[in-house]
């Protein structure tokens, strides 16, 4: 055991030499520097600045967003944890990407546009009417993003803190937290978007130095084949066999680990699972969640939003060199540590009994990487970290603030706006925190694992209104929320039973019942994806139909029209608006009042709410509302998603490209 040791020593602290330290205090001030140099460039006190950049964002960081948003530290922990354990199937997530960004930019993207939302419960509000869904939406997404994100990509983040640093992992969630927090609370989506291009580069680059002394401490990609077959912990033997039961198939690594399509009954990834399941839950995630969907939305035109995307594409070839072969070069290299079997180990080696594949990254990191460059690695994954985690507080503040605040206060201005969404982002904070033990036990230990269960049980329904909503006219109201409904009760039937009883571990089987849980998560996919997608068919077919002239520009086939839409939202916008002016009258007056000198009984504000104003981008004056002939004409404005012809070949052209790469690689490793 006197590796488990060793790795106890190691927790007390790596990065403690002034290399790293200088290395990672450098990447910060850079950070920072971009953070600050965004916040003074854009506008960031208005709600189409902070929310959507001003809609002014070229392809490159659009792109590179798109990317950052997505690799968290979740993906450098979760992907190399899973690669440890069982091989390269779990690489199939990310290379399915390749395909459903192209869904998101050419079908999905252009109706966003054409119909003028800034969050995806707008879109449903104006699709269908009412305000169920949208707020069915605004809850179930803000659920998903503090239960499978914030938490996850904590934990992830606090897990290599804890090996790098020796820090406690709440004292390491707390310090990460407040740096994130602060270039999101203050800076808005463009300060995020730039920020994140700088961070997609930290991230590429210090994972391909990472990989390449990877390779060169195994042997190379041969010696990884030979070797990963035989990566068996020599600590088996000190289990009590009175106590466990220890079988070969808990420590052996599989004999499809180099396969991405695997059996459809024994595998631990079916293949149908995969090109389907993955398929379903990537469309809900690439093609209607908000993190994703509103940095498309901030992009200058729609040929903008197309390269992006296929650029987000090109880069998603690359977590499976970058990540899940480390894992299992990691498995190889420390058999001991990561695939510890023995709980007693485990709980030694990384604080958790139920495995340790989790440390596959950061215990590379630690011991193959020099002095500076473990530095760059550890700024790497506070790069992937904040940059998740950064977008997905400015999108969940967007979501609370556009759509349930605006429900509780309809008379709420652009500057309440703003306070509200800063303040709701340490609201979620605190609650994420609280949610990490379950994480840390969830799964057997493999993180990816348990972000995909969880996103299986409850985003299919939402991705079939979504797929149903842009492409089928005939989808009403009643529909859509019975068949969202419907979607939730039969995934919380699956989710509710398998957190009561637990996923077990091969040394510790759950209990759940073989008929609720022994259906693979991603085959419950697909079933959940196609019941509600009859459910809602079925209810919309035996119901009133919506009048085409409340679909103009809401639905793909009718993006192109040009009439004039009667919104089933119109008269709730209307009597927001009253309220808002009504508001800004009363504002107004006050203001005057404010004005007169104290000596005449006014009020003056202090310096420190000026200076608190100006560092969160909320100035005292506000932009007049609308009157109702403003509103008349703008609705005349059409949003434009017409394309250079040129631009648009050579997009297309790149597609195509795109595609045949990702089909010759599934085939390769299929």
């Not at 529909?479 to 040394?507: D, I, Y």
């Not at 998560?521 to 035996?542: G, M, Q």
């Amino acid at each position: 055991m006197g590796d488990s040791t060793g790795d106890v020593t190691l927790r007390k602290g790596t990065i403690n030499n002034p290399a790293d330290i200088c290395v990672i205090v450098v990447y910060f001030l850079m950070v920072i520097g971009v953070g600050l140099w965004s916040m003074f460039r854009t506008n960031r006190g208005t709600v189409g600045g902070y929310f959507l950049a001003g809609r002014t964002m070229v392809w490159w960081p659009v792109g590179a967003s798109l990317f950052a948003s997505n690799i968290g530290s979740g993906h450098f922990v979760g992907l190399a944890g899973t690669g440890a354990a069982s091989g390269i199937a779990v690489g199939g997530f990310e290379w399915n990407a390749l395909f459903i960004v192209l869904l998101l930019g050419w079908l999905f993207v252009p109706v966003y546009l054409t119909a003028g939302v800034i969050t995806m419960p707008q879109y449903l509000k104006k699709r269908f009417g009412g305000g169920r869904i949208s707020l069915y939406l605004s809850i179930i997404s803000l659920f998903l993003y503090i239960f499978t994100k914030i938490s996850v990509d904590m934990f992830s983040g606090a897990v290599f803190i804890q090996q790098a640093l020796g820090w406690n992992i709440y004292v390491a969630v707390i310090a990460l937290l407040s740096i994130t927090a602060l270039y999101t609370v203050t800076g808005g989506l463009a300060a995020l978007m730039y920020t994140d291009t700088v961070q997609t580069f930290v991230i590429i680059a210090g994972a391909f130095v990472l990989m390449g002394f990877a390779f060169a401490e195994v042997g190379g990609y041969s010696a990884l084949l030979d070797r990963y077959s035989s990566a068996l912990p020599s600590l088996v033997q000190s289990a009590d066999p009175a106590r466990y039961n220890i079988s070969a198939s808990c420590y052996t690594p599989r004999a499809d680990a180099f396969n991405l399509l695997r059996d459809p009954l024994t595998g631990d990834l079916p293949w149908p699972g995969v090109l389907l399941g993955i398929a379903i839950v990537g469309a809900w995630y690439w093609c209607t969640d908000q993190v994703i969907v509103q940095r498309c939305l901030a992009a200058r035109s729609l040929t903008h939003v197309k390269a992006g995307c296929i650029m987000c594409g090109y880069l998603k070839l690359l977590p499976m060199f970058l990540m899940v072969f480390p894992g299992m070069i990691s498995r190889v290299l420390y058999p001991d540590e990561v695939a510890c079997v023995v709980p007693e180990v485990c709980k030694q080696v990384c604080g958790t009994e139920v495995g340790c594949s989790n440390i596959a990254y950061p215990k590379l990191v630690v011991s193959v990487m020099p002095n500076g460059l473990r530095g760059l690695m550890l700024a790497v994954m506070l790069a992937a970290l904040m940059s998740s985690l950064a977008s997905i507080f400015n999108s969940s503040s967007t979501l609370f603030t556009m759509d349930i605040w605006t429900r509780l206060r309809p008379q709420a201005r652009d500057r309440e706006l703003m306070i509200v969404g800063r303040v709701w982002v340490l609201v979620i904070v605190s609650v994420s925190i609280a949610w990490i033990p379950v994480v840390q036990a969830a799964q057997s230990g493999q993180l990816f694992d348990y972000i995909q269960s969880i996103t299986s049980y409850l985003a299919p329904p939402i991705a079939a209104v979504f797929f149903l909503a842009v492409f089928v006219k005939r989808v009403n109201e009643p529909g859509a929320f019975w068949g969202l409904l419907g979607g939730l009760g039969m995934g919380l039937c699956r989710m509710v039973p398998e957190f009561v009883f637990g996923t077990g571990s091969c040394l510790f089987p759950s209990h759940c019942p073989p008929v609720v849980c022994g259906v693979h998560y991603l085959y419950f996919a697909v079933l959940l994806f196609f019941a509600t997608a009859t459910l809602v068919l079925t209810i919309s077919y035996c119901t009133q139909a919506i009048p085409d002239k409340h679909l103009y520009r809401l639905v793909f086939s009718l993006r192109h029209s040009t009439e004039i839409r009667d919104d089933l939202d119109r008269e709730e916008e209307e009597r927001g608006r009253k309220a808002r002016r009504e508001a800004a009258e009363q504002s107004a007056d006050k203001a005057q009042q404010d004005e007169v000198p104290e000596a005449e009984g006014g009020v003056s504000r202090s310096p420190a709410c000026h200076l608190i104003g100006w560092f969160c981008g909320v100035g005292s004056a506000q932009a007049p509302e609308p009157t109702e002939e403003e509103v008349a004409e703008a609705s005349k404005q059409l949003p434009d998603i017409h394309e250079d012809p040129t631009w648009k070949y050579v997009v297309n052209g790149n597609a195509i490209i795109m595609m045949a790469v990702a089909i010759f690689l599934w085939g390769f490793y299929a």
